[in-house]
């Protein structure tokens, strides 16, 4: 069973800093794209960011230049550095992953929450 679990999330204040982490285990024979979106209340969920597994980043215009997606060395780790947070970043951050266990699908993270205070 594959499993992706989310850390990192918390309260700050506005212009600081959060890192989340999200790892996938389980049954897995290779990982493509990993990524992250967001759900704020009442909204639709939305992309944040994705990398693909050769380290091609996309981001979401509202965090140009303040978010940064990573994978680490494992490849089975995706990391979403957030500095200069506002309270409209505010909202459920979602991990997922096309992971290949046997076939490929998309997999989702539980979610973590994020809160921006100004």
């Known amino acids: 069973q594959v499993q992706l679990v989310e850390s990192g999330g918390g309260l700050v204040q506005a212009g600081g800093s959060l890192r989340l982490s999200c790892a996938a285990s389980g049954s897995i024979f290779s990982i493509n794209a990993m990524g992250w979106y967001r759900q704020a209340p009442g909204k639709q969920r939305e992309l944040v960011a994705d990398?693909?597994?050769?380290?091609?980043?996309n981001y979401a215009d509202s965090v140009k230049g303040r978010f940064t997606i990573s994978r680490g060395n494992a490849k089975n780790t995706v990391y979403l550095q957030m500095n200069s947070l506002k309270p409209e970043d505010t909202a459920v951050y979602y991990c997922?992953?096309?992971?290949?266990?046997?076939?490929?699908?998309?997999?989702w993270g539980q979610g973590t929450q994020v809160t921006v205070s100004s």
């Open positions: 990398i693909t597994s050769g380290g091609n980043t």
């Open positions: 997922n992953a096309d992971i290949n266990s046997g076939y490929t699908r998309r997999y």
